[in-house]
Each structure stands twice: as C-alpha cells, then as structure tokens.
C-alpha cells in the first residue's frame, strides 16, 4: 500500500517565478491538506481539498493556489516567488468521512527561492 | 481559537531515562489530539492519537492521556533510546460535523537522546 507521495523531493527557484509541487494521496484517501513548514517551526496550514474543492484555507495570500484531479492528487502552485516562501512543503491526506481527522503525510518538496 | 502550546527545547537526556514533553491546548468543543514524530530531514510520521477525553494513545513505548480538565496531552516514555532523537509535534484537529479540518499544530520540540 503505497502512502503518500510528493514530487519533486527539492527545487530551487528564483524570486518572481512560479512553481508546481504535485502529491499523490494514500490508496483509499479523498482529501489532501497542504502545510508550509519554516526551519525550525511547526507547520502551517495553507489549504485543504475534497471533491476538487477548496474546503478550507489558512492565512496565505492568492499567490498559493491549488488543484485537486477526479483521481484525488493535487497540486499546489506558488505565483511570484518570495524568499521567504522558501521552506518544506507538506501534504497530507485523509478519509473525509473518519470521525477524526487522522491525515498521513507525505516526505515533503523543500523549496529555496534564490 | 485554537492553540497548541508545547515545552521548550531542546530536551536532552540519556538513554534509559523518563521522557515527559508537555503540550496543552486551547479549543472550543471536543478535539482529536495528536503527536507526530518528525526524524532529521524526513517527513512527519503519525505517533499516536486520542479522540476523546481520558483516551490513552499509545505507539513504539510512547503514551499520552487526553486530559480534558487540564486541557493536556502530555507525550510520556519509560526509557528512551538514541534512535527516538527528532523534532516532536503536538497537534489537535476540531472533531467534525464541525468545519475545522485543519491541524492546529504546537511549535515542536526537538529531542536529544545520548549514549
């Protein structure tokens, strides 16, 4: 049973560009959270999705977008690339109709904006 | 709104000792509580969960008890070995139908096992 995946595992970019970070959900799961996590810190949501829909969001501006496929991976895209949005970025996925929300989390795609 | 607050590190003890790392929280209803493990330059593994109140988690030694009247979940081992050295999570989840899918997560603390 194959958990969760991320690609790519590191990317380097440059202020201005954008970038696409793509995850493959647990077999069985419906919904992918995404988290952004800073050296040091503890993560931060950024969004969820279930049935290719945003479901909830945290505090992160419209340069974060995402998408979810009728087969439930997602992506997650970055417009204008800030340093500061340089960090590890998690997904996790879940079973919507758990009666808790238990997520299984991927490696992550560690981010450095140059 | 919700809130996790856990100890400081980092936490250094010798191998063979008692671990306790505190993690309180702050929430409204009933939340799943969670610690996640988080080993040096991989992903975050799921440790143990309670869902209820005076639920006991409990995974590879590890244990925490979901203390409602202290709004607690302190993470608890016997004996710790150089391998549980990694960041640790304390985390809460609002249980649904409410509409908070989130993890709510504390600031982690990074423990150090030596020989």
């Known amino acids: 049973d194959a958990g969760v995946t991320q690609s790519p595992t590191h990317l380097i970019k440059t202020r201005g560009q954008q970038v696409t970070l793509r995850c493959s959900p647990k077999?069985?799961?419906?919904?992918v959270s995404w988290y952004q996590q800073a050296l040091g810190q503890g993560p931060q949501f950024i969004f969820q999705?279930?049935?290719?829909?945003?479901?909830q969001r945290g505090n992160f501006p419209d340069r974060f977008s995402g998408h979810q496929f009728p087969n439930y991976s997602s992506e997650l895209n970055v417009n204008a690339l800030l340093l500061g949005d340089s960090a590890l970025y998690l997904c996790?996925?879940?079973?919507?109709?758990?009666?808790?929300?238990?997520?299984?989390f991927g490696p992550g795609t560690r981010l450095t904006v140059l | 709104g919700n809130s996790v607050t856990q100890m400081e590190g980092p936490v250094t003890l010798s191998e063979e000792a008692f671990l306790t790392i505190n993690c309180t929280y702050t929430?409204?209803?009933?939340?799943?509580l969670f610690w996640y493990v988080q080993y040096p330059g991989e992903g975050l593994q799921l440790l143990l969960k309670?869902?209820?109140a005076d639920d006991k988690g409990s995974n590879k030694g590890f244990e925490a008890t979901y203390r409602k009247e202290t709004t607690s979940f302190h993470l608890e081992k016997g004996s710790v070995q150089v391998s549980d050295s990694a960041v640790y999570f304390c985390?809460?989840?609002?249980?649904?139908?409410?509409?908070?899918?989130?993890?709510?997560w504390g600031a982690g603390t990074k423990l150090i096992i030596k020989p």
């Open positions: 985390a809460l989840s609002g249980a649904r139908p409410r509409s908070n899918y989130q993890l709510i």
């Open positions: 309670a869902t209820k």
């Open positions: 077999s069985g799961h419906d919904t």
């Open positions: 999705y279930y049935e290719e829909e945003e479901r």
């Open positions: 929430a409204t209803g009933y939340p799943s």
């Open positions: 996790a996925s879940s079973l919507l109709g758990r009666g808790y929300n238990e997520q299984f």
